[in-house]
């Protein structure tokens, strides 16, 4: 192989930022809302805007560049665009990585080996789980075997008839029963990754709710007020 080949086959330097995410995701209709740009952010720029049905990350501050732009992607931080599941084409990739191959036309499902249907052997968590409960059914086995200390998981608002979701942390059989079911609606879960405890924990990534106020004291917009205010013991952030 010559030089100039290998160079070819080098992997193209990964540039893409913050405007690149915003552009192409955020004000596209592709994003979900997972807040997966928001945790990772390494310098705080973005926050999450839950308020009105909203559920999308926002630029905290204006010295970045503005709503669309972030000057640390102009100095090559490319962070939020790696984490976001929706940029561009990164299935090929983790493909790639997972199978050794990327998959075929009629792989629209992805890899895999075999298709099996289950549904928890529990019977309460057969009962409190949607459609079998194989998910609670798998984390409860995981942490009583010590393979998680946690997971990410979604509560419900206050006494569930709102349907809002709470993102969330489960480490006991308990929470993870409390969390079971689907939400029809958005739940941005990795922003529970940043809490410390089901009652003390900071720093959740601000919202534009929790900026407001923070302004208003002129104090840091990482404030208690981006826990959830309900006085139920379901642990929230
Ligand atoms: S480019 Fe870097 S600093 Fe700017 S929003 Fe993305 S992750 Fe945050
Ligand atoms: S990481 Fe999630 S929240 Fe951020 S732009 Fe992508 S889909 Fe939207």
Known sequence: MTATEATSEKKERWTASWKHLYSEVVTTGLCTGCAG???????????????????????????????????????????????????????????????????????????????????????????????????????????????IDAALVSYLEGDGSTWKAIPGVARTRDEVIASAGSRYTYSANPRSSRACSPTSCSPAPPTRSCMKSARTAGSSPRCSSTRSSTTSSTPRW
């Not at 940029?87 to 050794?100: T, V």
Request: hydrophobic residues 35%; glycine residues 10%; charged residues 25%.
């Open 37 to 147: 740009c928001v945790v990772v952010c390494p310098h705080d720029v973005l926050g999450y805007d839950d308020t009105n049905g909203v559920y999308k990350p926002i630029e905290l501050e204006a010295d970045y560049g503005g709503p669309g732009d972030c000057s640390h992607g102009d100095k090559a931080c490319t962070t939020c665009t790696r984490a976001c599941p929706r940029f561009r084409m990164w299935e090929p990739e983790i493909d790639q990585f997972l199978f050794g191959r990327t998959r075929n036309p009629d792989e629209l499902s992805g890899v895999f080996s075999d298709v099996v249907l289950a549904r928890a052997a529990d019977p309460i968590l057969h009962e409190v789980g949607q459609d079998g409960g194989l998910v609670s059914a798998l984390l409860v086995y995981a942490l009583e075997h010590d393979i």
